[in-house]
């Protein structure tokens, strides 16, 4: 079992910053892939940004004001975002995949963190 607490988010105006956390906790063995989604009322989740030991990818909304990172020794993932806009509101979800200490794969969410970017 792993689990993903989410930590950061809250309200904020356009032009503001924010800096969300998630924490991947439980029996893991290793971490391939963190990535940030986000879902706003009425709309489908989307990917914000995702994060590997390699290379990391974001959403073209988001290119140039947010950045995703990673601590592995700490098993967290990062989401910086700068410049928020009132279109950034969103419940942001934590994902993470890799392997477990039995060497399962898993891939879990987190509960979610709301921003709000009031205008």
């Known amino acids: 079992q792993v689990q993903l607490v989410e930590s950061g988010g809250g309200l904020v105006q356009a032009g503001g910053s924010l800096k969300l956390s998630c924490v991947a906790s439980g029996s893991i063995f290793s971490i391939n892939v963190m990535g940030w989604y986000r879902q706003a009322p009425g709309k489908q989740r989307e990917l914000v940004a995702v994060i590997t030991r390699q290379s990391t990818n974001y959403a073209d909304s988001v290119k140039g004001r947010f950045t995703i990172s990673r601590d592995n020794a700490k098993n967290t993932a990062y989401l910086q975002m700068n410049s928020l806009k009132p279109e950034d509101t969103a419940v942001y979800y934590c994902?993470?995949?890799?392997?477990?200490?039995?060497?399962?794969?898993?891939?879990?969410w987190g509960q979610g963190t709301q921003v709000t970017v009031s205008s």
């Open positions: 994902n993470a995949a890799g392997l477990t200490r039995g060497l399962a794969k898993y891939d879990y």
